[in-house]
């Protein structure tokens, strides 16, 4: 059965966009954010980095969320696959229990697995650079749900077990050094909760259960009338983190290093679906100059004119919803691929930030100090951002005044991954993590682009400032935005 949920009104703090509405919210994840350490989802124990009260329900509560976000789908929907450069819905349904027994029992405990043929098909998902890639990595059959679903129980059985009494947190063995098995299966599930939201998004409305009550929230706000920027003053932006900063972090977060962070404007708010529409009319992907070589190949490959979740009915825009197309709501960020965000922003005579731009803006001050937090060193809460899948959509750019930094910059956690300019990569002195050694390198091919921050569908423990997440630069379907930055004038 679905968890219960209650209705809240409107998050104090936030603007008249948000006031006097009302919104689903998970009554057992309202219980578990006062338990569980917004940092790292599990909180210390006297003796060590996990609890093991607290990392049992936050693994009931993510098993839970995943169940519920299965629910919005019907039957027929779970062979389909409505992303191509995604296995289909059944893959996910096996791969999240597969990957905590692989990387938690078997690499912590030496546990001997669940089902090891099942632990195989379901180990890793793809990256491919386009559809003739994935469609060479197509299975031919994939087991029954009612096959999956027994694994996922048993999977579930044997891993409450090992919370309950295995050591699983020790010296001994890499993986357990700080609770890291632990931390890495709370977390994986989590940033593919997105990913399973994301996907729904590109099935047709008929596959789906749209809950009672939902509604989008500031479809017809106009948003701001002009561009404003701000000019950030020259400082360092510590990057990453010292291991023994966070309790949890990818290796792609470690080690932590500073960046002389020269001056540099950035837009207060990120670019609106109406901004966007403007590049859109003026023929933007028609006019090759405002694109990248690579990119203005891929835009031509793929034939698209317009952002992947826009749509055009009789002459009108509308956003492609969840549960439905709504017409195009302007004070919205506009979602797009970083070949996109980067053909506006040379429109404008602009870029994109760069990482340490994004962190300087985000967590710098005019004093030169850092913050945790672009609003300051408070945990995230429903007055900061639009994350943590409170709303299924965007809300208008704005709309929590008190999650601005101390620049006056607004959005920069929630709301929409940020695109950035630079390239996924390892730090300096980067190593690969015991528990997925496989999670970063393999994508540090110079084909992926970092984003920061976060969306509608980020759960808050994946807020801390070191947090890195990467996507191919044509990659359309991610809940993606962008701000533009130029130099200091």
Not at 245 to 274: C, K, L, Y
Not at 362 to 387: L, Q
Not at 475 to 484: D, E, I, K, S, W
Request: aromatic share 14%; charged share 25%.
């Amino acid at each position: 059965m679905p968890l219960p949920l209650i209705r809240l009104a409107h998050p104090p703090g936030s603007t008249p966009a948000l006031r006097g509405r009302l919104f689903w919210y998970d009554l057992a994840r309202c219980e578990s954010f006062r338990e569980v350490d917004v940092l790292t989802h599990v909180a210390p124990s006297e003796t060590g980095v996990v609890d093991r009260r607290q990392a049992i329900g936050a693994y009931r509560d993510n098993r839970a969320r995943t169940k519920q976000l299965f629910e919005m789908l019907t039957p027929d929907a779970y062979y389909e696959r409505p992303i191509p450069l995604r296995h289909p819905v059944v893959f996910y349904d096996g791969h999240i229990p597969a990957f905590a027994v692989n990387s938690f029992l078997k690499r912590g405990l030496g546990h001997p697995g669940v089902d090891s043929d099942l632990e195989t098909l379901f180990a890793r998902g793809i990256d491919p650079a386009d559809k003739r890639a994935a469609s060479a990595s197509a299975i031919a059959s994939w087991p029954s749900r009612d096959v999956v679903r027994r694994y996922a129980e048993r999977a579930d059985d044997a891993i409450l077990s090992a919370l309950e009494s295995a050591t699983i947190e020790g010296d001994g063995n890499a993986v357990l050094c700080r609770g890291q098995g632990v931390f890495t299966m709370l977390e994986h599930e989590e940033m593919h909760q997105e990913t399973l939201l994301y996907m729904w998004h590109r099935f047709d409305p008929c596959f789906k259960r749209c809950p009672d009550g939902y509604e989008p929230v500031g479809t017809t706000e106009p948003g701001p009338t002009r561009r404003e920027m701000v000019t950030v003053t020259p400082g360092r932006a510590t990057l990453g983190a010292g291991m023994s900063q966070i309790r949890f972090g990818w290796d792609n977060e470690f080690p932590a290093h500073s960046i002389d962070v020269p001056a540099f404007s950035m837009d207060v708010h990120d670019v609106t679906n109406a901004e966007y529409r403007e590049f859109v009319d003026a023929g933007g992907y028609d006019d090759a100059g405002c694109w990248s070589a690579p990119a203005w190949r891929r835009r031509q490959e793929a034939g698209r004119r317009h952002p992947l979740f826009w749509e055009r009915r009789d002459g009108e825009w509308f956003w492609c919803g969840m549960f439905g197309p709504v017409p195009l709501p302007p004070a919205w960020p506009v979602y797009v691929t970083h070949d996109e965000a980067t053909a506006f922003a040379r429109w404008k005579g602009l870029r994109l930030p760069t990482e340490a731009e994004y962190h300087r803006a985000a967590f710098g001050t005019p004093d030169g100090s850092e913050r945790a937090y672009p609003w300051g060193d408070e945990p995230p809460d429903a007055t900061r951002g639009n994350f943590d899948f409170r709303f299924r959509d965007p809300v208008p750019v704005g709309s929590f005044p008190a999650g601005a930094s101390a620049w006056g910059v607004h959005d920069l956690l929630g709301n929409g991954w940020e695109w950035t300019s630079t390239p996924f990569a390892g730090f300096p002195g980067f190593e690969v993590m015991a528990s997925y050694p496989e999670y970063s390198a393999d994508f540090f091919d110079g084909e992926h682009y970092v984003v920061k921050g976060g969306s509608p569908a980020t759960a808050r423990g994946l807020l801390r400032r070191s947090f890195r997440n990467w996507f191919r630069p044509h990659y359309p379907y991610a809940y993606a935005t962008f701000r533009c930055a130029g130099d200091a004038r």
